[in-house]
């Protein structure tokens, strides 16, 4: 995926999306995942985690409304990764099997050695 196309999908929605977007256009890395797999089954994984970082004292941002979402959507995603220039965030990017909307997107800062988690 190019882009100026990722960036035109996260355009306009939520923080972790403005974030996300931010991020690309200074220079962030990125990558789109060209297979879909269930929805139901990204919601599942990511609720896990998201209890798992809560237990560890990190709040995602958006993730708990990325949950939500991909619980909703039923059908297939495709996944995107976004990761700052600075490599001190981590965004995670959930799209509509053809690549053509964005359904969710959530993201972290980066935890690092001198983090007291």
């Given amino acids: 995926m ?3 196309v990722l ?4 355009a306009g929605g939520d923080e972790a999306s403005a974030l996300a ?3 690309l256009r200074t220079g962030a890395t990125y990558s789109v995942g060209d297979s879909a ?6 919601a599942g994984v990511f609720g896990i985690r998201l209890r798992r970082m809560r237990m560890h ?3 995602p941002l958006g993730l708990e409304r990325a949950v939500q ?3 909703e959507h039923g059908r297939p995603v495709r996944v995107g990764l976004i990761d700052s220039a600075d490599r001190t965030w981590h965004f995670l990017l959930f799209l509509t099997e053809d690549g053509s909307a964005l359904v969710a997107c959530a993201g972290w800062q980066r935890v690092t050695k001198e983090s007291p988690l």
């Fill in 37 to 42: 797999h269930p929805a139901e089954r990204h």
């Fill in 21 to 23: 977007l931010a991020a």
């Fill in 57 to 59: 004292g990190v709040e």
């Fill in 69 to 71: 979402l991909l619980s």
């Fill in 2 to 4: 190019e882009r100026h």
């Fill in 7 to 10: 960036e035109r999908l996260l």
